[in-house]
């Protein structure tokens, strides 16, 4: 399977949560769905600009990934404990 279906698969499952918790008004939620579409997104973006030869770009945007990816688990770690 081709990685970016993979990204855009999780890019719209993580759209789908985050409408769904919002009409629950489950607002803990929301948030780890944004942060997880913030992740798909930003990987997405790396693996479009290594594909044209931007490395740089690609780099910075896969920086900002694994900083979503610490948020995430740092938010989903709190939620946990409360």
Not at 19 to 30: H, L
Request: some cysteine; hydrophobic content about 65%.
């Amino acid at each position: 399977m081709n990685v970016k279906w993979f990204l855009g698969i999780g890019i719209a499952i993580g759209i789908v949560a985050a409408a769904y918790s919002v009409m629950q008004s489950n607002f803990n939620f929301v948030m780890l769905s944004v942060i997880g579409v913030f992740i798909f997104t930003n990987g997405l973006r790396a693996v479009a600009f290594r594909e044209r030869g931007m490395m740089r770009e690609a780099k910075i945007m896969f920086v900002v990934s694994l900083f979503c990816i610490l948020a995430f688990i740092v938010l989903l770690f709190l939620l946990i404990m409360t």
